[in-house]
């Protein structure tokens, strides 16, 4: 099972500030790598799929990278409905589909 | 536009059973496979099971043999079967589409969730 480690386990930036989050496999997922956000009583949504594609309506201030077993999820702006917990998912050698624990973005 | 929409979910013993449903629209069901995902109140996403537009099947070991993924593509509705359930099940449980019918393209669809509490 490929375990996805999540850095750092919470964030505290300021609206305005850049966002840098990390997730890393325990091996090589390729780019079968997607972040996803989630708010309090909401379903996840999903941001990023093959580790750099912006899923469908999610701002350009939300950028993914990396490949292999390195990966970061960038919010280049933050606006105060960026506050949320963000998880990475991995889907290379499945089954099972594995998530990170997630990193919680907090306003500071 | 896509909608899911999940039931069946609410209190149980441990050791009884559920079957949870979603129902879907706005798409064409029969062509895409489907997934449960569950949140155990305060932590994290778990991958439950997966099906695919011709019913092959996966779960995570944490469930297999005693969850069921099943679809009817007549009635677009995937279901979750759940047997011998445990305290440490007690989760919302979501199901999830993939964004793209083909390949791996993250689950850009998901519905709101229905809640499964094991208690006695």
């Known amino acids: 099972e490929i375990v996805l480690t999540q850095s750092p386990a919470t964030l505290s930036l300021s609206p305005g500030e850049r966002a840098t989050l990390s997730c890393r496999a325990s091996q090589s997922v390729s780019t079968s790598l997607a972040w996803y956000q989630q708010k309090p009583g909401q379903a996840p949504r999903l941001l990023i799929y093959?580790?750099?594609n912006r899923a469908t309506g999610i701002p350009a201030r939300f950028s993914g990278s990396g490949s292999g077993t390195d990966f970061t999820l960038t919010i280049s702006s933050l606006e105060p409905e960026d506050f949320a917990v963000y998880y990475c998912q991995q889907r290379s050698n499945w089954p099972p589909i594995t998530f990170g624990q997630g990193t919680r973005l907090e306003i500071k | 536009e896509v909608h899911l929409v999940e039931s069946g979910g609410g209190l149980v013993q441990p050791g009884g059973s559920l079957r949870l449903s979603c129902a879907a629209s706005?798409?064409?069901?029969?062509?895409?496979?489907m997934h449960w995902v569950r949140q155990a109140p305060g932590k994290g996403l778990e991958w439950v099971s997966y099906?695919?537009?011709?019913?092959?099947?996966h779960s995570a070991d944490s469930v297999r043999g005693r969850f069921t993924i099943s679809r009817d593509n007549a009635k677009n509705s995937l279901y979750l079967q759940i047997n011998s359930l445990r305290a440490e099940d007690t989760a919302m449980y979501y199901c999830a589409r993939p964004l793209i019918s083909s390949g791996w393209s993250g689950f850009g669809y998901w519905g709101q969730g229905t809640l499964v509490a094991v208690s006695s």
């Open positions: 706005g798409f064409t069901f029969s062509s895409f496979s």
């Open positions: 099906i695919s537009s011709s019913s092959s099947i």
């Open positions: 093959d580790a750099s």
